[in-house]
């Protein structure tokens, strides 16, 4: 009885700490997605400016260059999070299987417990 209520709050836990891990990669990508397009929007700035779009002119603004770096390393970035959190919506549909699996034992215990109960009492009357 106990055993399967510990087990089924420890996949529920599971279950909780699995979603908080995928929300947390999910704010994560769009933060980085979000700073990606204003490094976008500054780089547009400073060519603007500089009147130069090329990269490989001589005048090209080092704060562009450094801007374009930046804003690869987070698209980069938010790639190697997408692919945590495929592995991250894995886990969490594992999770809740088991969860799943723990609720059911669980039920069908709780419904052979009373019938126990009575028979007992039959066999004690």
Not at 18 to 41: H, N, S, V
Not at 88 to 115: W, Y
Request: aromatic share 4%; charged share 35%; glycine share 2%.
């Amino acid at each position: 009885m106990k055993s399967r209520d510990n087990l089924v709050r420890l996949n529920q836990f599971q279950v909780n700490e699995k979603r908080r891990q995928l929300d947390q990669l999910e704010t994560m990508m769009a933060e980085f997605g979000r700073k990606a397009a204003e490094l976008e929007l500054q780089i547009e700035s400073e060519e603007k400016k500089a009147n130069i779009t090329d990269l490989n002119h001589f005048a090209y603004p080092t704060f562009a260059k450094a801007a374009r770096v930046r804003r690869e390393n987070l698209l980069t970035s938010q790639a190697e999070l997408k692919i945590q959190r495929d592995a991250a919506e894995a886990a969490l549909a594992e999770a809740e299987a088991e969860l799943s699996r723990a609720e059911m034992l669980d039920a069908r215990e709780a419904r052979t417990r009373p019938v126990e109960t009575v028979d007992r009492r039959h066999m004690i009357g």
